[in-house]
């Protein structure tokens, strides 16, 4: 594999809109020869009757049908507001005409 020069580390951070101080490129480009390194051990490994997956562990989402319930704690709440307006909130005015 090809060595990732600090020059191209900065051409590249330039392009990404990236600030790298001058005296860090070398260690970026050492972490991204590393990671590149990484990535290459992982190309080796047999993948072929692994299925994709997004995640370890599969999630599943436990669902339940919505059920309508009455309330009766509305005017409880409209109490606890600063401001109230009949069966409403009042809150400040946030546009203008």
């Known amino acids: 594999m090809t060595r990732i020069t600090p020059e191209e580390v900065s051409k590249v951070s330039k392009l990404a809109r990236l600030e790298i101080p001058q005296d860090q490129v070398e ?8 990671i590149l390194e990484y990535v290459t ?3 080796k490994i047999n993948t072929q ?5 997004t995640r370890a562990v599969e ?7 919505d059920e309508v319930e009455e309330s009766h704690i509305r ?9 109230r307006e009949g069966d409403f909130f009042r809150v400040p005015k946030i546009l203008s005409n």
């Open 27 to 34: 260690i970026y480009a050492n972490q991204l020869e590393k």
């Open 41 to 43: 051990q992982l190309e």
């Open 49 to 53: 009757d692994i299925p994709p997956t």
């Open 59 to 65: 999630v599943l989402n436990v669902l339940r049908e």
């Open 75 to 83: 005017e409880e709440l409209l109490d606890l507001a600063p401001n």
